[in-house]
């Protein structure tokens, strides 16, 4: 099942984005079979300021451990975090329904 994460950063942590970056990225990799679209928000500057990722996985509690065990998260980095479940509509400009 799809399901769709709204992480929004805690103010004034771009440098603490930035020490965990890499580790973040290992992470998304050695679950890139899983993750449909992944992506940093940015705010009016331009800059990251939280991350939408869509993953396909089992359950809501599947969706919910793999958000718990990013590095972003183990670095407190994130404000506010949503997990919502999604179904996917269109797909490379095509109806999929």
């Known amino acids: 099942m799809l399901f769709t994460l709204f992480c929004l ?3 004034n942590r771009l440098d ?12 998304i990799a050695a679950y890139a079979e899983k ?8 705010d009016n500057d331009n800059r990251p300021c939280g991350s939408l990722l869509v993953i396909d996985v089992e359950d809501r509690a599947a969706a919910e ?5 990013d590095p972003y998260a183990k ?3 994130f404000e506010s975090v ?7 509509l269109y797909r490379d400009g095509a109806l999929v329904e």
């Not at 603490?16 to 992470?27: G, Q, V």
């Not at 949503?82 to 996917?88: F, S």
């Open 35 to 42: 993750v449909v679209h992944a992506g940093p928000l940015l």
């Open 9 to 11: 950063d805690r103010p």
């Open 75 to 77: 670095v407190d980095l």
């Open 82 to 88: 949503v997990i919502r479940g999604h179904r996917m």
């Open 65 to 69: 451990g793999f958000a718990a065990s």
């Open 16 to 27: 603490t984005r930035l020490a965990a970056r890499e580790s973040h990225l290992r992470y």
